[in-house]
């Protein structure tokens, strides 16, 4: 699988993914589930979903149903500017601020930080086996 947009080199060997592979990989996800209209945010999740190990695809896929049907009721769009990027083996934690405008009405900022970890299949692909954020204790 390749990211819509290659900015860095990067590489798969013996089954691991080059820090470079994920960061992209990472960072596309992310920006596929945070930079939304409530018109656009089902077909990204979906997209998303494909990518999602057997294990976390039921819970994840429940959440963005009731996102969308939440986002629809509020005709919310959402902007997630990334601040930077860590990888630490196959997870990527991604910071950013994340901008949501409900209607004309309000808008929202906060900071967050994003978790992506990867797991590399025998095939070459990957399967996204977290996805969330990482919330101050």
Same mark, same amino acid.
């Given at each position: 699988v390749l990211p819509s947009n290659i900015e860095k080199p990067f590489k798969l060997q013996g089954g691991k993914y080059?820090?470079?592979?994920?960061? @992209?990989?990472?960072?596309? %996800?992310?920006?596929?589930?945070?930079?939304?209209?409530? =018109?656009?945010?089902?077909? @990204?999740?979906?997209?998303v979903l494909k990518y999602v190990?057997?294990?976390?695809? @039921?819970? %994840? !896929? %429940? @959440?963005?149903? !009731? =996102?969308? !049907?939440? %986002?629809?009721?509020? !005709?919310?769009?959402?902007?997630?500017f990334i601040h930077g990027v860590e990888i630490q083996g196959n997870k990527a934690y991604i910071s950013g601020l994340l901008r949501t405008e409900l209607g004309k009405k309000e808008k929202k900022e906060r900071e967050i930080l994003w978790l992506v970890e990867l797991k590399t299949l025998k095939n070459g692909l990957f399967q996204i086996v977290e996805f969330k954020e990482i919330k101050d204790e």
């Open positions: 080059s820090a470079n592979y994920i960061e @992209q990989v990472s960072t596309w %996800l992310t920006m596929l589930s945070f930079n939304y209209t409530s =018109d656009t945010f089902q077909y @990204q999740a979906n997209t190990s057997p294990e976390k695809k @039921q819970e %994840l !896929k %429940l @959440q963005f149903s !009731k =996102d969308a !049907k939440y %986002l629809e009721r509020q !005709k919310i769009v959402s902007t997630f």
